[in-house]
Nanobody, 120 residues
């Protein structure tokens, strides 16, 4: 099995920054991609950013220029640096990973989420 554990959420004021982390563990042979989604109250879950192995990063238009995704492959960890946060960024942020397990099976996984609240 593969587990994803997010951390770093919290309450901040508009214009401030937060850095989310997500560590993958378990029966991992290789991680193909890691990324972030978010779900605001009353809304569907939406794509935020993704960082494939050996491929270009991709961001939602709403976060381009403000959020930066990065990975530490040695730690199986993905980060999301969020700057210039806006109240519209308030959501539960979910980490996702596409993993080839030690059994060589390609599987997709989700974390439980971390709450980000941007409010004055």
């Amino acid at each position: 099995q593969v587990q994803l554990v997010e951390s770093g959420g919290g309450l901040v004021q508009p214009g401030e920054s937060l850095r989310l982390s997500c560590e993958a563990s378990g029966s991992i042979f290789v991680i193909n991609s890691m990324g972030w989604y978010r779900q605001a109250p009353g809304k569907q879950r939406e794509f935020v950013a993704v960082m494939p192995s050996g491929g270009p990063t991709n961001y939602a238009d709403s976060v381009k220029g403000r959020f930066t995704i990065s990975r530490d492959n040695a730690k199986n960890t993905v980060y999301l640096q969020m700057n210039s946060l806006e109240p519209e960024d308030t959501a539960v942020y979910y980490c996702t990973a596409s993993v080839r397990t030690v059994a060589r099976v390609l599987t997709d996984h989700w974390g439980r989420g971390t709450q980000v609240t941007v409010s004055a």
